[in-house]
C-alpha cells in the first residue's frame, strides 16, 4: 500500500473519532512530520508515515528527534499494520479491530 493511501486512512479514522489530523507543513523545515493528529481530549502526536518498507531520511530522523527532545509524542507508523498498531496504542481498540478486518490483518 503507498504511503498516501496509508495518510489517508488515517486522516478519514482520526476524523470519525471526532480528532483531526492537520497536515504539517513547515517552510524552511524539511523532514517535518507528515501529520499533526489530535484526538479529544488529547495532546498531539507529530506522525510521520511510511509504507511496510519504506525507510526514515536523516533529515526526518532529525526532525523528530527535536521533537522529541521538547518532549512531545512522536511516532513513525509503517505500513497498515502500523495504523492498526497506533489505533490500539491511542485506546481505539474498534478502530484498530475494523482496520484489522477490512486489510486482512
Known sequence: ??????????VDEVRKLGGRAYKFVSPGNDGVPDRIVIFPDGRPIFVELKTDTGRLSVLQGVQLKRLDDLGQYTRVIRGIAGLKEFFEDQGFWDTASRIATRYDL
Open 1 to 10: 500500500m503507498k504511503e498516501k493511501e496509508i495518510e489517508k486512512i488515517l
